[in-house]
């Protein structure tokens, strides 16, 4: 199994930008998929980024030209670089990683809370 554990939220204005990051507990090289999700209280968590393991990144419109996706496999990590944020931005972002298989292993971090607000 994988634990993940997100940091970088906190609270910034309308146009800032906030990096988080996502830190395995064990080697995700050419094995797990991984992303960044987020999620309002009420509404359904929607995927916000994607990167997998071969490196294909997709992005939901919303972010697309905004938000950046990465990887360090060799630090076991997973970057989300947020720019030109919005209130619509404010939400509870979690890590996600997926080891594809027969049997298909999903796991999920605590979360971050980010707030974009004047």
């Known amino acids: 199994q994988v634990q993940l554990v997100e940091s970088g939220g906190g609270l910034v204005q309308p146009g800032g930008s906030l990096r988080l990051s996502c830190a395995a507990s064990r080697s995700i090289f050419r094995t797990y998929d991984m992303g960044w999700y987020r999620q309002v209280p009420g509404k359904q968590r929607e995927s916000v980024a994607t990167i997998t393991s071969f490196g294909t990144v997709n992005y939901a419109d919303s972010v697309k030209g905004r938000f950046t996706i990465s990887r360090d496999d060799a630090k076991n990590a997973v970057y989300l670089q947020m720019n030109s944020l919005k209130p619509e931005d404010t939400a509870v972002y979690y890590c996600?990683?997926?080891?594809?298989?027969?049997?298909?292993?999903?796991?999920w971090g605590q979360g971050t809370q980010v707030t974009v607000s004047s």
């Open positions: 996600n990683a997926v080891r594809p298989g027969t049997i298909k292993y999903v796991y």
